[in-house]
């Protein structure tokens, strides 16, 4: 049995290290993990997605339609850009924080405000906060992945501890202490 | 024995420095550059970023023949670049082994084109791996120096982004310690004049009927047999998409090893099975060569020539029903474009607002073709800026007051000073701007000899481009701040309206280097803003309206000025206001 995750944002918001922070949590759990990244072009504030898929065994690195258990979205309209991959009845993690896209910042389209609550009407559980203050609250916009890697984190059945090892592995000691009170607060943000 | 994630490219480096690799020259190029980033972390071996993809090849050459163990890792369009040194290393053979990692870009998440390396194994005559996933590549890149070196071959490993940028557990092993072999001096083998080369010919035919016979059982190719309904022949990543699919209810013929392919073992594959599917993505490689052994298969007209597989993929083109899912809302489009605060927009914003034709090259200025800039005529590759420009001047001369070529610091130093040579020698009034942002950008921060570091960011020698400019031919080089609007149009002017040849070097580190010091950013002050939109005018993320007055993103602004130099009714202004 095989579980996919998506995390999707805005390039340079930090979804690069959320894949690593999971894949190596889930690596240390025992899990077959794969893991796909996006490097390049679409890094430069583009849409980017990450896929993340474990289990017993797991063959293909990526997530297409009808087969995602839960999206972690960096920015509200991102979650809904990829909600075709869910299954249905599937989970979104989303950071309420709008970015405008280059056709709402030039005026050639609107930001679709009330794009959640179309997801929920299709069954789709969605936990909606607003992770940009919390990492403000932590010291730094820049952790606001941290943060909704915390939330994730608090419902995924591993205890705290062994999530704080996996943060210790994949980020720079100087960086670790603010990552740390990111992680928790998104941790106990959860309701 | 050590177990943990890496992306393929990580696993590439780990191969091929386990397989006793000595030295490795690569230019940067998505999807292949971690891998040369990943070996330069090794104190044990000569790494470095060399100025283009052909002399990264030729210096490998170079150190495979004083007998040390040699890579170079490219895009799969700067294996166009090295094709020169690629076909004649083909006759010369190697001493040490030596590896070209090849990348290509299927959907193109971040290429100009989908071109297949395969065809190049074939026309190169060349043995090529290529591995399906990190653990996979890890094996296969620490065999290909040995092999290069068994068959006196050059090898190509090949992947593709999928490959190159996804994550799975590799178990790895020591660096085995591979002696510099013995040099000595062989005319036959190396100097490649006609009838050196008509005797080496006949050596690189045999050498491929060698190869195929190894291809037959070798550790790359190998058989999942699973019954004889349906047998799938498939090769790098498009096996895990069959994998997904399938699981172990079909059998496979899974080929590590695409040229020279192995036909007793695909005939008596196609033999055990009732249907035979051919799935590879991009060009019917494999397919072309199992119909020319007559053997009847499914391949193309089932599965795409387009884009990039996946597990949906494969599922459409067996007819499967699609998965049940929530229908995604309509959202905006969101592409990639230039960050805020880069160091280009202003120089774009100058050409733009002129209408000046302006010829591109690839880097993140590309990105300067997007709305609202809109600043870009033509992208091709590396260095076609500036000799497109030169032959678009000569055939419309008028234009030589109205088209400029734009080209990156690291760009230029890859190909387009030949093509500047050309400007100056063969004489068209031509206007060149060098957006010099002192790094290799859209890669992902590489150093070029025009930065002034070494791969290891230690000090280099640094090209003096204006004097280098001047050497060539070009008596008119100035140097302009791209943060200064006024300064920028008044050079892109001047230069256009000047009776000679001109380059402006417009100066500005990238605004992501980490040394670059970034201002506070600004505020718009609501009772100034008349919502003119003028300001909207530079795509710039951090700038949008609001309620019909402009506003900027703290958490994106860095300071730049350039919308503050735009606006008329001084509404834009730093902290202190």
């Not at chain 2, 470095?48 to 895009?75: D, H, I, Q, Y």
């Not at chain 2, 120096?145 to 996804?166: G, I, K, N, Q, Y």
């Amino acid at each position: 049995m095989t579980t996919s995750m998506m995390i999707v944002g805005v390039g340079g918001q930090g979804s690069l290290l959320a894949s690593r922070l999971l894949g190596t949590l889930l690596t240390d759990e025992g899990y077959d993990v794969k893991v796909s990244e996006v490097h390049g072009m679409s890094q430069r504030g583009g849409s980017v997605v990450t896929y993340v898929r474990f289990g017993d065994r797991v063959y293909s690195p990526i997530v297409t339609r009808g087969e995602c258990d839960c999206i972690i979205s960096f920015e509200k309209i991102e979650a809904a850009r990829y909600a075709a991959c869910l299954k249905p009845g599937g989970r979104v993690i989303v950071n309420t924080q709008q970015i405008d896209p280059m056709p709402v910042i030039t005026g050639a389209a609107e930001y679709p405000e009330d794009v959640l609550d179309g997801l929920r009407a299709q069954g789709v559980q969605v936990d909606a906060f607003d992770a940009l203050s919390l990492a403000l609250e932590a010291g730094s916009p820049r952790c606001v992945n941290i943060v909704l890697m915390g939330r994730f984190a608090a419902g995924f059945g591993v205890e705290k501890e062994r999530w704080l090892a996996a943060l210790e592995k994949v980020i720079r000691p100087r960086l670790l202490p603010i990552n740390r009170i990111a992680f928790e607060k998104g941790w106990e943000a959860r309701t | 024995m050590m177990k943990r994630l890496m992306i393929g490219n990580e696993a590439i480096a780990m191969g091929l420095y386990h397989g006793g690799l000595g030295l490795v020259s690569s230019y940067p190029g998505t999807p292949s550059t971690e891998i040369t980033e990943f070996l330069a972390k090794f104190d044990d071996l000569h790494s470095e970023w060399a100025p283009n993809e052909k002399v990264a090849l030729e210096t490998a050459f170079g150190a495979s023949l004083a007998g040390l163990r040699a890579a170079c890792a490219m895009k799969h369009v700067g294996l166009n670049v090295a094709a020169d040194p690629l076909f004649t290393m083909s006759y010369t053979g190697v001493n040490g082994g030596l590896v070209i990692c090849v990348a290509d870009d299927p959907a193109m998440h971040s290429s100009q084109n989908e071109q297949d390396s395969r065809h190049y194994a074939i026309a190169a005559k060349l043995p090529m791996l290529e591995p399906a996933d990190s653990a996979e590549a890890y094996v296969f890149a620490r065999e290909a120096l040995a092999l290069s070196e068994r068959f006196d071959t050059p090898v190509l490993l090949r992947s593709c982004t999928r490959m190159a940028h996804s994550q799975c557990l590799v178990e790895t092993g020591e660096r085995g310690e591979v002696p510099l072999k013995a040099y000595e001096k062989q005319p036959r083998k190396y100097i490649m004049s006609p009838a050196n080369a008509i005797a080496r010919h006949p050596l690189v035919e045999q050498r491929t009927q060698a190869l195929r016979a190894y291809a037959e059982d070798c550790p790359f190719n190998r058989v999942e047999d699973a019954g004889s309904e349906i047998g799938i022949i498939t090769c790098g990543t498009s096996y895990l998409y069959v994998k997904e699919v399938f699981g172990d209810s079909v059998s496979i013929l899974k080929i590590g090893m695409p040229n020279p392919l192995p036909e007793g073992l695909i005939r008596s594959f196609a033999a055990k099975v009732k249907r035979l599917f051919i799935i590879e993505e991009l060009d019917p490689v494999i397919e072309t060569q199992v119909r020319a052994m007559g053997i009847p298969c499914t391949g193309k007209e089932l599965f795409p020539i387009l884009g990039e597989f996946s597990q949906a993929a494969i599922r459409r083109a067996f007819g499967m029903e699609e998965l049940p899912a929530p229908a995604a809302p309509e959202v905006p489009v969101r592409p990639p474009m230039m960050c805020a605060g880069c160091p280009h927009r202003g120089m774009f914003y100058a050409l733009a607002k002129h209408k000046i034709t302006v010829l591109g090259d690839i880097g993140c200025y590309t990105l300067g073709s997007a709305p609202p800039l809109n600043a870009l005529d033509s992208t091709l590759c590396m260095g076609a800026s500036v000799s497109g420009l030169h032959g678009f001047n000569a055939a419309r001369p008028e234009y030589a007051k109205k088209a400029v070529a734009v080209i990156g610091d690291s760009t230029f130093m890859h190909s387009g000073i030949t093509g500047l040579t050309n400007v100056a020698y063969n004489a068209t009034n031509s206007t060149v701007i060098i957006l010099d942002n002192s790094i290799t950008g859209m890669t992902g921060h590489q150093q070029n000899p025009a930065t002034g570091f070494n791969i290891r960011g230690e000090p280099a020698s640094k090209v003096d481009l204006e004097a280098l400019c001047h050497a060539i031919g070009i008596r008119r080089v100035r140097v302009v701040d791209p943060y200064d609007l006024k300064a920028c149009e008044a050079a892109v002017l001047e230069e256009l309206a000047a009776e000679e040849p001109s380059v402006i070097i417009s100066r500005r580190p990238c605004v992501l280097l980490k040394d670059v010091k970034r201002g506070l950013p600004l505020r718009v002050d609501p009772d100034k803003c008349r919502g003119c939109r003028r300001c909207m005018g530079l795509g710039c993320p951090a700038v949008s309206m609001k309620n019909g007055k402009a506003r900027v993103d703290a958490t994106l602004c860095v300071g730049c000025g350039v919308c503050r130099q735009l606006c008329a009714f001084d509404a834009i202004g730093g902290e202190e206001a």
